[in-house]
């Protein structure tokens, strides 16, 4: 491993640095030096010499990122370079409280020191930069004010010029972005690739088109988690491409396919006008996977939003190891039974359900299931010229007419939710399609999970009936390849530490007792683990009652009533690709979870004195019997847990 060198030596190299950047760069009036609440973080601001903004950062005397550039090109303006700093004032600490229905914590404080740049080209136009930096990390986002000249109408940006220049040193994991219109269907880009683990920053991108968010990186001890959060329907989604110019990795708008049909894919607005926030987690793998950053700057929910129909939970799902032929109406009311009996909430109807069974008999399953205490989600395509899947419904949700009297049906049968798939890219225009569907389904009180999607970026605080999305190359892709089960272990561990850091995750978790066709690599343990270690408003599980029935009573007694509506978490232990251990806990019960994704045993000791219980029991593998084994457990200060090779655990107090 890499280690900072903490030292006086370092500390002078890097304030050596800084003056060299002021003096090449003629900044002296010009720069700023900005801290965050408890002054472990840094950011150093100001204008080079051809008077583009620049930004670097420190944390604890460690370099995070080295000097990065800032701006934005408009088609009516340069606001890159030849600008003139007017001003940088300090506002102070910005601080909010909020909660979240369902994730990893409920109850989230976040405070931050705030500070504006004021910048104008060379034409006379106003753009601002604001930074807040918190004890976690910092954010920062471009606002483009009306300006009293007259500027008016629709502006439109063409590129942004905002980088991130990592230590050469570091070590990054990254998901590759996918080539649009590629892959079944041409449902490309999904987020669906795996990541590559530990590498140099500027490894090239296996597909060319870049890396998707969150994406993270290592110097040393110190980790940086970097995504956006709250893109509104006025703005594209971005990405990272490596420039092997400038070292760094800068801020990319989508590919040209990446859009509604006759839409927008560049950013286009009137003003005033805001970008999404970019944000950088910074410390150590404690703070990364604690860290809400991703809610903490999303637009909140209106507070008069009736949320009482958003219950958070467990579904069945006969789709993920029985396909397409297990969506008939027999099969469906098994599986409603099943979801009764293990008391979960939901039960989740797949594709082409509207002719395998029909409206009028999902309407006698809808009325059925709520005699079960259980109400139905619906599988529907996105449709539109993006994709080519046969799957349907489709074309239903393409205009505000057709949603509208959609969605009115759902509510008159009593449907919880929906589920839409094979979505189109990142462009504008397929952004504001989502905000569309969002907002109508609001009305009619309809939950909502996408698949075949876009990363949903702060979005389930703003609209907290959006109870998970996908964008993952999740458990379905399993059943598709040998060679994604063989690396599904490795996956599985680092997607607590990127993907699933901030947004809820629909990897459809779990299967027991064996997959079709397909040789799991993981071991039970490992898998029971998932529900807990992944983070989604309603977690869609695998499993069938078939093989429910297999396992032992004590595993389908834990799998009851699952929570996914977390009031705080902790990380145990981990390191990316390699092993995690989390604890989650909900009322009274304390859960503690944990995988192994190497092919050896990992020993670990588990600190559970947190933990204000008596007693509690664990379910690990049984590797003699190839089964479970259940054993009562005390907390204390030292636990020591050993997982088998691809193995796991979990704990419940």
């Known amino acids: 491993m890499l280690y900072p060198i903490k030292t006086a030596f370092l500390r002078a190299f890097i304030s050596l640095l800084m003056l060299s950047v002021f003096a090449c760069t003629d900044t002296e009036e010009r720069s700023s030096v900005w801290t965050g609440p408890d002054k472990n973080l840094k950011v150093t601001f100001g204008l080079s010499a051809d008077h583009t903004p620049f930004y670097l950062v420190t944390y604890r005397d460690s370099i995070v990122l080295d000097t990065s550039r800032l701006g934005m090109i408009r088609e009516d303006g340069n606001f890159y370079n030849d600008l003139s700093l007017l001003s940088v004032t300090d506002e102070g600490i910005t601080e909010d409280h909020y909660q979240l229905l369902y994730g990893k914590q409920k109850d989230i404080a976040y405070k931050a020191n705030r500070y504006v740049a004021h910048l104008k080209n060379k034409k006379g136009a106003l753009m601002d930069i604001e930074f807040q930096l918190s004890d976690d990390g910092f954010a ?15 502006k439109t940006i063409k590129e942004e010029k905002t980088t991130y220049k990592f230590p050469g040193q570091s070590r990054a994991w990254l998901q590759p972005m996918a080539k649009a219109k590629t892959g079944w269907e041409q449902t490309n880009p ?19 088109e870049g890396w998707v968010y969150p994406a993270l990186f290592r110097n040393g001890d110190t980790w940086a988690l970097v995504s956006e959060t709250a893109p509104e329907r006025n703005f594209c989604a971005t990405r990272l491409r490596y420039d092997e110019h400038d070292a760094a990795f800068g801020v990319t708008f989508p590919q040209e396919e990446e859009v509604y049909p006759g839409g927008g894919l560049l950013p286009a607005s009137e003003l005033p006008w805001y970008s999404p926030w970019r944000l950088v987690v910074v410390g150590d793998l404690g703070t990364i996977t604690a860290s809400t950053l991703g809610t903490d700057l999303a637009r909140p929910a209106p507070e008069d939003t009736d949320t009482s129909y958003i219950r958070p939970g467990a579904a069945s799902w006969s789709w993920a190891l029985l396909k397409d032929e297990s969506i008939t109406y027999d099969i469906q009311k098994e599986f409603i039974d099943y979801a009764s009996d293990m008391q979960w909430p939901y039960c989740l109807v797949d594709v082409n359900w509207d002719t395998t069974i029909g409206y009028d008999k999902i309407a006698e399953l809808a009325d059925y299931a709520r005699t079960k205490n259980v109400k139905l989600i619906l599988w ?28 009115g049906k759902l509510q008159d049968m009593g449907i919880a939710g929906i589920k839409v798939d094979f979505f189109g890219g990142d462009g504008q225009s397929m952004i504001a399609y989502y905000h569309d569907i969002f907002t109508d389904a609001a009305r009619y009180q309809l939950l909502v999970n996408c698949h075949g999607t876009t990363l949903p970026r702060g979005w389930q605080r703003t609209y907290p009936h959006l109870v998970t999305m996908e964008s993952v190359k999740g458990f379905e892709f399993i059943t598709f390849s040998q060679e994604t089960a063989d690396l599904a272990p490795e996956h599985c561990a680092i997607l607590p530490f990127t993907r699933n850091v901030f947004d809820p995750m629909d990897f459809t978790p779990m299967s027991l007792t064996g997959i079709p066709n397909i040789n799991r690599r993981t071991t039970g343990a490992f898998e029971l683990a998932l529900p807990v270690l992944f983070l989604s408003g309603i977690q869609h599980i695998a499993e069938t009652a078939q093989g429910m029935s297999e396992v032992p009573d004590y595993v389908r007694e834990y799998l009851k009533a699952l929570p996914t509506d977390w009031e705080t978490s902790r990380f145990i232990d981990g390191y990316p690709g390699k092993y995690a251990v989390f604890a989650r806990q909900k009322g009274d019960h304390w ?21 204000k219980s008596e007693v509690g029991y664990m379910i690990t593998d049984d590797p003699e019997a190839e089964g479970f084994a259940k054993s009562d457990l005390f907390p204390s200060e030292k636990n020591h847990v050993v997982m088998q090779p691809y193995g796991g655990f979990v704990m419940k107090f």
Request: aromatic share 14%; glycine share 8%.
């Open 190 to 208: 999904s987020y669906e690739e795996n990541y590559l683990a530990e590498v140099s920053p500027d490894t090239p991108s296996p597909i060319g």
């Open 380 to 407: 529907y395509n996105s449709a539109g010229s993006w994709n080519t899947t046969p799957y349907h419904p489709r074309n239903k949700l393409l205009t505000a007419e057709k949603r509208r009297e959609e969605f």
């Open 591 to 611: 859960y503690v979870c944990g995988i192994n994704g190497e092919h050896t045993a990992k020993d670990i000791t588990i600190d559970l004195s947190f933990i």
């Open 140 to 154: 920062f986002r471009y606002y483009f004010p009306e300006n009293k000249t007259g500027n008016g109408g629709l």
